[in-house]
């Protein structure tokens, strides 16, 4: 995955510091009842707006939201982007929140571009199965998430029925466990 394109500095960022991992249950006497569930702060979100920008450096954006499956993939940004400032950690991730949304003035056009900071555990996974209705064939499918907060991971397969000796092999890689 190529990093995000950073030929030019937005003519704005804006940032959204997300929130901590916090629950509410209503009672009938006190009022609600508030957990707090770690001290990660979770749902950072950052909105770069590029104005006046050519076909070719829009392009650029385009290709890259194209290259990272829309929302699916995990990229780096440059600190050239954030003008050298220290917004997040060097090492940070994101992922696109959603499609970017371009507005286009004759032969020029703005862009905002909305990315979500990844935080916690980087987990990635790799199953590895045979095909149910040929013996000598495998098949693997490898990907990447980032989990945090408390609730559990469960991975949930279908019951199919395979063929005698088919085997499936679950392989979970994750980073440190204190969410930075």
Request: net charge negative.
């Amino acid at each position: 995955m190529n990093d995000y394109p950073d030929s030019r500095y937005p003519n704005s960022i804006s940032y959204n510091v997300g929130g901590l991992n916090v629950s509410q249950s209503q009672t009938l006497s006190s009022g609600p009842i508030r957990f707090r569930r770690s001290n990660v702060l979770t749902g950072h979100t950052i909105t770069f707006r590029y104005l006046d920008l050519t076909q070719t450096e829009v392009s650029e954006f385009r290709q890259h939201y194209l290259d990272a499956a829309g929302t699916h993939s995990k990229f780096k940004i440059p600190t050239t982007v954030f003008g050298g400032a220290n917004v997040t950690q060097s090492t940070s991730f994101y992922r696109y929140a959603s499609t970017p949304n371009e507005n286009q003035k004759g032969v020029f056009h703005d862009i905002e571009i909305e990315v979500l900071v990844l935080t916690g555990v980087d987990l990635t996974y790799v199953l590895t199965a045979e095909n149910a209705s040929t013996v000598a064939t495998e098949s693997t499918v490898t990907d990447s998430f980032f989990l945090n907060g408390t609730g559990p991971f469960i991975l949930d397969c279908d019951d199919a029925t395979p063929h005698t000796g088919t085997t499936l092999e679950y392989l979970i890689v994750a980073g440190n466990a204190n969410g930075i």
